[in-house]
């Protein structure tokens, strides 16, 4: 063989010698660590009972090798053992060439009416492959229309001595008095934008954010947008149809527990008899800081403007919170006096003379309005901790008069 035939085998040779290496099609499989990722998944709750989820984790490629990896579940606004099956330090394996795997959950349901939830999925300790993503987010979906409340809490006597009932709403029926009530919509805007507080609700007609269950009547604060604000919410008032000068005003409710949320149960002049907000007056029979759901608060705000002059009092509760059971608060209202109670229990008490010589406006005609705000100047915003839905239950509102 001469040496010009020599050279031009040699390459040939090279290129033989080379392809004999493992690659992608070798019987052998990729010898290349994998990479694992795991994704999200939102499932409906269901109503009632249990059910399970999948969750779907893969390999970008095949592997020659065994791959094995640790999952655990992790609370968040859904907990384990209360809306799924905990898990701690559970593996799923691989076999070779196999790139998909599923975990299986399961999920407790329920038939109340929550706002969506949320837990996580972790990966760890992996082997023979690496963690790509390693967290995976399940969201439960709220597919329920009950709310979950009881009736148990303090309830009022039906009758007082000196005092004959003289207008009640129960709320049991299925729909809003007209006779009675009327309700706000919107903003506030452009008259009162943010309604003079810097509110962040929109206010929306019956039934949507006001619908009744079980004799109660129930205002609803979502986190939604609509009417370009991030949240919906209801506020009714009696003006124009049922005004109130003193007596005994008995209402029972069970109040919202979260950040960012004002509910409220408070009486406007029907007439401002003695001028613009605040001459003639504002009567806060309740108002609640939803941070603080074991206090709240009966204010009367009174002149001479263009600020309030106001005096405030607060209740707390000895134990537990507002939203756990009915409370019933309470105005006791006559000439030149006011007093206010949470549970028959007085907690505070403003007469014409504590107000100095500032007009006294509370010997007039007053309307009632009940409303759910998000936001606002008291209780500040919504924040990463908010649970939202949340309700204003009202089981009643009775006022008796001498």
Request: hydrophobic share 35%; charged share 20%; with cysteine.
């Amino acid at each position: 063989m001469d040496n010009m035939k020599i050279t031009k085998l040699i390459p040939i040779l090279f290129l033989t010698l080379t392809s004999c290496g493992k690659g992608n099609n070798s019987p052998g499989g990729d010898t290349s660590v994998p990479a694992l990722t795991i994704a999200d998944v939102s499932v409906p709750e269901g109503s009632g009972g249990t059910g399970t989820l999948e969750i779907k984790l893969t390999l970008d490629h095949a592997s020659s090798k065994q791959v094995s990896v640790s999952w655990s579940t992790v609370d968040g606004t859904a907990k384990g053992g209360q809306d799924f099956t905990a898990v701690n330090g559970q593996t799923i394996t691989f076999l070779p060439n196999e790139t998909q795997k599923s975990i299986v959950v399961s999920i407790v349901a329920d038939e109340l009416k929550e706002g969506d939830e949320t837990f996580q999925v972790r990966l760890s300790n992996p082997v023979n492959v690496t963690l790509l993503r390693e967290t995976a987010i399940v969201t439960l979906k709220n597919d329920d229309t009950k709310i979950g409340f009881s009736n148990t809490g303090y309830d009022a006597p039906t009758s007082y001595s000196g005092y004959t009932l003289a207008w009640s709403d129960e709320f049991n029926g299925t729909v809003l008095s007209a006779t009675d009530w009327s309700y706000d919509s919107g903003d506030g805007c452009p008259g009162l934008c943010g309604w003079g507080n810097n509110e962040l609700e929109y206010y929306t007609a019956p039934p949507n954010n006001l619908y009744f269950q079980d004799g109660k009547m129930i205002i609803e604060a979502k986190a939604e947008s609509f009417g370009g604000k991030p949240y919906t919410s209801a506020k009714i008032k009696t003006q124009g149809k049922k005004t109130f000068k003193f007596g005994r005003i008995d209402i029972r409710a069970i109040l919202p527990k979260t950040k960012g949320l004002w509910p409220a149960l408070w009486f406007l002049p029907q007439s401002n008899v003695y001028g613009n907000w605040p001459t003639s007056g504002e009567i806060d029979m309740m108002e609640q800081v939803g941070s603080e759901p074991a206090k709240v608060l009966g204010t009367s705000h009174y002149g001479p403007g263009p600020n309030s002059t106001f005096i405030s009092r607060n209740y707390s509760l000895s134990s537990g919170t507002f939203n756990d059971e009915f409370h019933v608060f309470s105005l006791e209202w006559q000439q030149d006096q006011i007093k206010w109670y949470v549970d028959n229990n007085l907690y505070s008490t403003v007469n014409k003379a504590d107000i100095g010589g500032n007009t006294w406006p509370f010997n007039e005609e007053f309307y009632l309005i009940v409303n759910l705000a998000v936001g606002g100047n008291l209780p500040g915003a919504p924040d990463a901790s908010t649970v939202l839905p949340q309700w204003l239950i009202l089981d009643y509102i009775r006022v008796y008069q001498k």
